[in-house]
Nanobody
Framework: EVQLQASGGGLVQAGGSLRLSCAAS????????IGWFRQAPGKGREAVSC????????YYSDSVKGRFTISRDNAKNTVYLQMNSLTPEDTAVYYC?????????????????????????WGQGTLVTVSS
């Protein structure tokens, strides 16, 4: 069974930092790209970042570019999202779904899309709250 457990969320003041982790199991982790998506209260889901299986490609949405850094440790089956200079607009539940299309050639033409259908896995999210 595929499991994705996001953790590391919490309450932080604007300007602060958090590091999210996504622990994965139940599939061959280093074969798949992993994404980070978020959903703010009352809003739709937003793509945040992704990383390919070998970290060759990373992607960031314009809203987080320069502030967030994605990385992965294939030996630990874990993906991380380092979030710096947080603002209240970053308040959301963060998820780490797989599989996602994170190849640079594709992202050059299409936005980062969430996985769809029965092959897509989301797992539990983690809540990040940034106070002003």
């Amino acid at each position: 069974e595929v499991q994705l457990q996001a953790s590391g969320g919490g309450l932080v003041q604007a300007g602060g930092s958090l590091r999210l982790s996504c622990a994965a199991s139940g599939f061959t982790f280093d074969d798949y790209a992993i994404g980070w998506f978020r959903q703010a209260p009352g809003k739709g889901r937003e793509a945040v970042s992704c990383v390919t299986s070998n970290e060759e490609t990373t992607y960031y949405s314009d809203s987080v570019k320069g502030r967030f850094t994605i990385s992965r440790d294939n030996a630990k089956n874990t993906v991380y999202l380092q979030m710096n200079s947080l603002t209240p607009e970053d308040t959301a539940v963060y998820y780490c779904p797989t599989p996602v299309e994170c190849r640079s050639t594709v992202l050059a033409a299409y936005p980062l899309a969430p996985p769809a259908g029965p092959r897509g896995h989301w797992g539990q999210g983690t809540l990040v709250t940034v106070s002003s």
